[in-house]
């Protein structure tokens, strides 16, 4: 079992940077793909970026923007937010699992989830 906490959320303004973290407890993450995926009310949840072995992946709607780095030493994740957009607001969520390539962006391919963190980003 991983347990996984986020935390960073807030209010900021268009065009400010916030950096999310999500740290890990449990067995280690060592094993595991990880990603951050974000929900606004009345949508699905929507993957921002990810991690799987060697390779990053961004969702088009961040890509130039935002960045996740894995720290192994610590057993957690980040997600660095710049320029930031009010449509970027929505509860993030950091999750680990085994996708395969296919899969990177797929919800259903992680087996472990933070309680997310709202970020509301006012124009």
């Known amino acids: 079992q991983v347990q996984l906490v986020e935390s960073g959320g807030g209010l900021v303004q268009a065009g400010d940077s916030l950096r999310l973290s999500c740290a890990a407890s449990g067995n280690s993450l060592d094993s595991y793909s990880v990603a951050w995926f974000r929900q606004s009310p009345g949508k699905e949840r929507e993957f921002v970026t990810g991690?799987?072995?060697?390779?990053?992946y961004y969702a088009d709607s961040v890509k130039g923007r935002f960045s996740i780095v894995r720290d192994r030493t610590v057993g957690a994740i980040y997600l660095q937010m710049n320029s930031l957009r009010s449509e970027d607001t929505a509860v993030y969520y950091c999750?680990?699992?085994?996708?395969?390539?296919?899969?990177?962006?797929?919800?259903?391919?992680?087996?472990?989830w933070g309680q997310g963190t709202q970020v509301t980003v006012s124009s």
């Open positions: 999750a680990a699992g085994r996708p395969i390539t296919s899969t990177i962006r797929t919800t259903g391919a992680y087996y472990y």
């Open positions: 991690i799987k072995g060697g390779s990053t």
